[in-house]
């Protein structure tokens, strides 16, 4: 299942028909045409659509580039209205579509330390960056603690193992991945038993990843 799908059933709606989609090629009707010019010749290097010969658009996609939506945080609270999908970090299920803010940082650490099944993280940092859906990355998977899981940050792909993650809060960042490092870093600072200013052991068992094999709980 991909990202638009995904948004899609977030929005009570879903993807389907016999066509492709221009931007992610999941199903759609002859509903809803991109705005994007049709290029002469295709360079699928040069063209950020995974169909460029489509005039057609999934209702994810049709749906995400609305200009007008309102706007809720991950802890279910009202942010604003009437905004832009594209400018907002998101995570995706299959009941709902929200925003991750500075103010869930709290909440959002047991999300990423026990994650559902199936979802979608697309996250932002710095100015002038906006989502793009179709390069959001779904999980779809029973997640076990050495479970390679992916997110974005504009745009970009990024990994984390709820594994390494509870590692990397207990004994700090050395030889970590980059996607853990930002994760540690965007939703900082991280509540563990452990006694202030000491490593090792604290409220979580931290095994080797390789070796895992229970379901997060």
């Known amino acids: 299942m991909k990202?638009?799908?995904?948004?899609?059933?977030?929005?009570?709606?879903?993807?389907?028909?016999?066509?492709?989609?221009y931007w992610c090629a999941s199903p759609c009707g002859?509903?809803?045409?991109?705005?994007?010019?049709?290029?002469?010749?295709?360079?699928?290097?040069?063209?950020?659509?995974?169909?460029?010969?489509?005039?057609w658009i999934c209702e994810g996609c049709y749906l995400f580039r609305r200009a007008s939506t309102s706007v809720f945080d991950f802890e279910g609270r009202w942010v604003k209205d009437r905004q832009t999908p594209r400018k907002w970090p998101w995570l995706l299920t299959e009941t709902e579509a929200v925003t991750v803010l500075d103010s869930n940082r709290e909440a959002f650490q047991s999300f990423l330390l026990a994650p559902p099944t199936r979802f979608c993280l697309m996250l932002l940092d710095g100015p002038?960056?906006?989502?793009?859906?179709?390069?959001?990355?779904?999980?779809?998977?029973?997640?076990l603690e050495g479970t390679t899981?992916?997110?974005?940050?504009?745009?970009?792909?990024?990994?984390?193992?709820?594994?390494?993650?509870?590692?990397?809060?207990l004994n700090g960042q050395?030889?970590?991945?980059?996607?853990?490092?930002?994760l540690l870093?965007?939703?900082g600072p991280w509540k563990t038993d452990r006694p202030e200013g000491k490593r090792?052991?604290?409220?979580?068992?931290?095994?080797?990843?390789?070796?895992?094999?229970?379901?997060?709980?």
């Open 3 to 21: 990202a638009p799908e995904v948004y899609a059933i977030s929005q009570n709606s879903r993807c389907q028909g016999v066509k492709e989609c």
């Open 30 to 55: 002859e509903k809803h045409t991109h705005d994007e010019p049709m290029p002469r010749v295709i360079l699928r290097n040069k063209i950020d659509a995974a169909r460029p010969s489509s005039p």
């Open 128 to 143: 002038e960056q906006f989502v793009r859906l179709h390069a959001g990355i779904v999980n779809d998977r029973e997640i």
């Open 149 to 169: 899981l992916q997110f974005t940050v504009n745009n970009v792909p990024h990994i984390w193992t709820v594994a390494t993650l509870k590692h990397a809060i």
């Open 174 to 182: 050395e030889g970590v991945e980059g996607g853990v490092r930002f």
């Open 185 to 187: 870093d965007k939703f």
């Open 200 to 217: 090792g052991r604290g409220k979580w068992k931290v095994e080797d990843a390789k070796v895992l094999a229970r379901p997060v709980r």
